[in-house]
C-alpha cells in the first residue's frame, strides 16, 4: 500500500524582460505552482497546478493546497489514482459551490492528479506515456505564445529551433491582426502551418466578421474567438459561417461541455489543459472520446516544465495525430527543469521510459525564482 505522508508546495515566479500579451491581460512574468508528494517509502510524485491568471493566482491556489487539500491527504492510502481524484473531488464539492471557487479548486484537484499519477508510475515502474498506452515517445510540437510585437522575429528564431508549426496572438484589431498574420506567411518555409489565438477576444458578430478577413489566409485553426462558455447554438451559427477550422477546450471543464461538442462537430481541434482540469484521470478518459469523435486531441499548455511533460505524456498515450503546445518564449521555470525532452529532436518532444514522468524537476536550477506565500 502506497501512503502519502507529506504534500508541499513551491510558488516560482519569473520576471518577464518582454511580457506575455493577450486580448485579455498582460503577463509581467511567469509563475508557477508545483507540488511534490511523498510516500511512506520516501519516494516523490510531482505536479504542477495551472496558475498563469489572475496574477495572484499561484500563491492562491498554493494557500489552498497548504490549508485544504494538505489535511485531506495526510496519511491517505493511495488505492489507485483515480480513486484519489474520485475522493478530493468529493470531499471538495461543497467548498467548491460556497467559495464559487471551482476553477482554482479543480486546478489543484488536477496537479494533484499529476503528482498522484508520478508517483504511482514509479511504484509500478512504468512510465506514465506507455501505462496510458501511448505507441511512439517522440511527438511534433508546435511554437506558442507569439505575441503581437513584431511577431515574425518570434517566428524566425522559432524556425531556427526546428519547429514548422506556430500559434499567434490575435485580437489586438483586425488591422494589427491581419498584418501581423501576413508578415508571418512571408517567411515560413513551405509545408509550415499557422493558427491563430483570438483568446475570447470577440463576440459573435466581430467573430464572424474576422473570420470573413480571415478565411483565405490559410490557417490551420482560430483557436477561442468567442467567449468559451458561450451557448452552443453561437459556436455552431460561427461553424456554419465560416471554413476556418475552429478550437478551443483550455476553459472547458467537465465531460459534460465537451461531449456537448462531439455531435455537432463544431470544433477541428479541442484543447483541454491537464493541470488546469482533470489530470490524467479525467483528461486520458476525454481524449478517448475526443479521438472516437474523429476531433484532433492537440493539449493546451502555457506554464511550466512539469505540466508541459504531463501533456507530452497524454498526447503520446492518445495515438493521435496532434501536436504539443510549447510556449516559445524564454522561461526557466519550463526549460531549466525538464531536461533534454525538447532538445533531443529540435520541433519534437522526446519521452523516455523511466517511470512516471520520467525525470526528477532540477530545483536547484531555479531556486532563485522561488517566493514566499
Excluded at 481524484?85 to 492528479?113: F, H, M, N, R, W
Excluded at 481524449?287 to 505540466?307: A, D, S, V
Amino acid at each position: 500500500m502506497t501512503t502519502i505522508k507529506n504534500i508541499e508546495s513551491f510558488v516560482y515566479r519569473y520576471p518577464l524582460s518582454k511580457p506575455v500579451i493577450t486580448s485579455f491581460g498582460v503577463m509581467d512574468n511567469r509563475p508557477m505552482l508545483i507540488l511534490k508528494i511523498t510516500d511512506n517509502n520516501g519516494m516523490n510524485g510531482w505536479g504542477e497546478v495551472w496558475c498563469n491568471f489572475p496574477l495572484t493566482g499561484a500563491e492562491h491556489r498554493a494557500k489552498l493546497i497548504d490549508n485544504i487539500f494538505k489535511p485531506l491527504l495526510a496519511n491517505f492510502d493511495i488505492i489507485t489514482p483515480e480513486k484519489t481524484y474520485e475522493y478530493l473531488v468529493s470531499k471538495t464539492k461543497i467548498l467548491s459551490i460556497q467559495s464559487g471557487e471551482p476553477g482554482p479548486i479543480a486546478q489543484c484537484i488536477a496537479g494533484i492528479d499529476i503528482a498522484v499519477h508520478d508517483l504511482i508510475g514509479k511504484v509500478e515502474n512504468i512510465s506514465l506515456w506507455k501505462k496510458f498506452g501511448g505507441n511512439k515517445n517522440i511527438i511534433p510540437c508546435y511554437a506558442s505564445g507569439i505575441n503581437p510585437t513584431k511577431p515574425e522575429l518570434t517566428v524566425k528564431d522559432a524556425i531556427k529551433k526546428g519547429y514548422s508549426s506556430f500559434k499567434l496572438k490575435i485580437g489586438f484589431g483586425l488591422k494589427k491582426d491581419l498584418g501581423n498574420i501576413k508578415e508571418i506567411k512571408n517567411i515560413l518555409p513551405e509545408k509550415s502551418s499557422l493558427m491563430v489565438d483570438a483568446n475570447q477576444a470577440w463576440n459573435l458578430h466581430e467573430a464572424i466578421e474576422a473570420c470573413r478577413l480571415l478565411e483565405d489566409l490559410n490557417l490551420c485553426w482560430l483557436e477561442e474567438p468567442i467567449p468559451a462558455n458561450s451557448e452552443i447554438k453561437e459556436w455552431i451559427h460561427l461553424k456554419d459561417r465560416t471554413k476556418i477550422t475552429l478550437a478551443a477546450g483550455e476553459n472547458f471543464n467537465s465531460h459534460r461541455e465537451f461531449s456537448s461538442f462531439f455531435q455537432n462537430k463544431v470544433f477541428g481541434y479541442l484543447q483541454p489543459d491537464i493541470a488546469k482540469w482533470g489530470g490524467f484521470t479525467e483528461c486520458s478518459k476525454l481524449i478517448k472520446n475526443i479521438i472516437q469523435n474523429k476531433i484532433t486531441y492537440c493539449p493546451h499548455y502555457l506554464g511550466g516544465g512539469i505540466g508541459l511533460v504531463a501533456s507530452a505524456h497524454l498526447l503520446s498515450a492518445s495515438n493521435g495525430k496532434g501536436i504539443l503546445e510549447v510556449d516559445i518564449n524564454d522561461n526557466p521555470l519550463r526549460s531549466d527543469i525538464v531536461g533534454d525532452i525538447l532538445q533531443k529532436n529540435s520541433g519534437f518532444a522526446t519521452l523516455s521510459d523511466i517511470p512516471g514522468l520520467g525525470f526528477e524537476p532540477n530545483l536547484k536550477a531555479i531556486s532563485k525564482y522561488l517566493v514566499a506565500h
